[in-house]
């Protein structure tokens, strides 16, 4: 249970991160969701949270921004007293291949989906030393394992994610705090929804499972990772992925 806990999750207006937010309130967690501009969305999710009996606001912040994660990361501590739980899964992807790729969309890539995730633990860093508590956990993929075609600025990005991960697991480790990573495969999500068809059959295929996973897959083991349980794990990448990396 996350009972009385503070749970912050970036890109946690929809998909995954609407997923993991619902799952951590539903086991008692208050919830923050920092979303970059679809207001709408993120107070539709901040209603169906708050439905469960639990606190939740949203605030508007672009992650790849420095001094705006540092001010909203203040915002929230002054608000809410604490950051117990900080969720990294804000994400975009522009997709290409290398000989066509822009500078400019790999850089957009990296600068919020791995200088985010910095951005955050950051400027969380410290308050986590502070509580001598606290569970960190990013949201990679299994492209930043394996790699995928058509993909190395979002590859790039979530591998790098894991580097992330390991490195803030060991300085972190000795003051109880755990950093952890996620690393889903094909999942029924608005990104994954503009695949055509024949390209998702053909993702289907390829998993040992046969279907697709859905986010929350990802929101049981993030509320996992998140709770007591999960005390003696840390620096680990776990994947969810029907066995499509195995």
């Known amino acids: 249970m996350l009972t009385e806990k ?17 799952k951590m ?17 993120a107070e539709e999710t901040c209603e169906q949270i708050k439905s469960l009996g639990v606190k939740a606001k949203a605030y508007q912040c672009d992650v790849s921004d420095f001094t705006q994660t540092e001010q909203t990361v203040h915002s929230i501590i002054s608000e809410f007293g604490g950051i ?24 957009a890539v990296l600068d919020t989906n791995l200088k985010g995730a910095f951005h955050m633990i950051k ?4 308050q986590f030393m502070k509580r001598r508590s606290g569970r960190i956990i990013n949201i990679t993929s299994v492209s930043g394992i394996t790699g995928n075609s058509g993909q190395t600025n979002y590859s790039s990005a979530k591998a790098g994610m894991i580097g992330l991960t390991k490195s803030v697991a ?9 950093c952890n990573a996620i690393a889903p495969g094909f999942i029924d999500t608005d990104m994954t929804s503009g695949l055509s068809d024949q390209l998702k059959q053909a993702a289907v295929e390829a998993i040992p499972l046969k279907r697709m996973g859905t986010p929350r897959d990802i929101a049981n083991l993030a509320a ?9 794990i840390t620096g680990e990448v776990i994947k969810i992925d029907g066995g499509l990396c195995m």
Do not use: P, Q, W
């Not at 503070?6 to 619902?22: F, H, M, Q």
């Not at 309130?25 to 969305?41: H, L, P, Q, S």
């Not at 990294?88 to 969309?105: C, F, Q, R, T, Y």
């Not at 060991?170 to 755990?178: C, M, P, V």
């Open 25 to 41: 309130a539903e086991c008692g967690a208050n919830i923050v969701i920092v979303y970059a501009g679809n207001t709408a969305a």
């Open 6 to 22: 503070t749970a912050v999750i970036t890109g946690g207006s929809r998909g995954i991160g609407k997923a993991i937010a619902l």
């Open 84 to 107: 117990d739980i900080l969720v990294n899964n804000a994400g975009i992807v522009k997709d290409g291949l290398m000989l066509s790729m822009k500078e400019e969309d790999f850089d």
């Open 170 to 178: 060991k300085e972190l480790a000795g003051r109880n705090i755990t």
């Open 123 to 126: 400027h969380t860093y410290r």
């Open 224 to 232: 996992f990772l998140a709770g007591d349980e999960a005390g003696y």
